[in-house]
């Protein structure tokens, strides 16, 4: 089939990129004239917002955003579910905005949890459900969290998922993720993994949350730990169970599909076998549409992503019993304290939002 025939060619030519930006070798280097080139147009595009040639409007609410300096896979998404939760438990009333990567239109739309990936994004909806905090999705951010606003006055901050370089949008706070990866080989794309260049030093409202067991750049940070919280059968995530560690030990010396739709899915592939779980890997593009059933027709148990779940109907015949795994990721109690010290309580300014000059 051609679609997918094309697929396959996209994720080869993806997964050679993401080797050759650990090291600086001949590949790299052959596209390092396109990562200046690159790297110039970022670096215009801030001097810009810098000196006022371009405008960032700002909200009436605090803005935390969260996003990889590096693309691909650094932990954002639980990142940015771990931030609502403790905004949550320290008597804030969070929401979410995100670009929606993936989604079929581009207009602004709040996100209800029985929306469809297709419209709002799977990552999106999977935030919508994991945090059930107000979610709202557009291309324009800023149009996006005043929508959210208008519709939840309540809300007292917002969280910008993935909104590093999304300069249009004023910033409290920034969050930078990184995982085991670093910064890669230090280079631009493409011929490295840096969507910008690597800060010398933090700023005083930066802080960075290493999806690691230990910090792997230069910048002073925080630990996040990170582990499978269980599992759960597909109609009961959609309820809204909580996660089965025993389900686990069940699932022991079955034979278990497990499928990933994710940027980097090794590492939910060796959560699974730390839990002593035997598993056929079945790693699938990033963003997986699942309009066709990807694993073998002979399948009995099959472990998916909370991202692939949204996309998985519990009523749709599946050929098998889907389980959905649950992360449990926890930031350090240091980085908790770092950010409430850099959030002020939200004032009772009027919200019809005004421009930052």
Known sequence: MPGRASATLRDRIAATLQRSWQQRGALSTLLLPAGWAFQAAASVRRRLFASGMRQSSRLPVPVIVVGNVLVGGAGKTPSVIAIVA???HHGFRPAIVSRGYGRHRDDVMLVDAD??????GDEPL????CTGVPVAVGADRVAAARALLRAHPDVDVVVSDDGLQHLGLARDVEV???DERGAGNGRPLPAGPLREPLPERLGARQLVL???EAATTPLPGHLARRGLAGITPLPAWWAGAAPD???????????????AGIARPQRFFAMLRAHGIEIVELPLADHADFTSLPWPSRSTDVIVTEKDAVKLEPTRPLGAHVWVARLDFVPEPAFEAALLALLPRPSSNDRDGNTAT
């Open 115 to 120: 929306a469809s990936a297709r419209d709002v």
């Open 126 to 129: 999977m935030l919508r459900r």
């Open 86 to 88: 403790l905004l949550a």
């Open 176 to 178: 930078l993720v990184f």
């Open 245 to 259: 560690t025993d389900s686990l030990a069940k699932l022991r010396g079955r034979p278990i599909v497990a499928a």
């Open 210 to 212: 290493y999806n690691a």
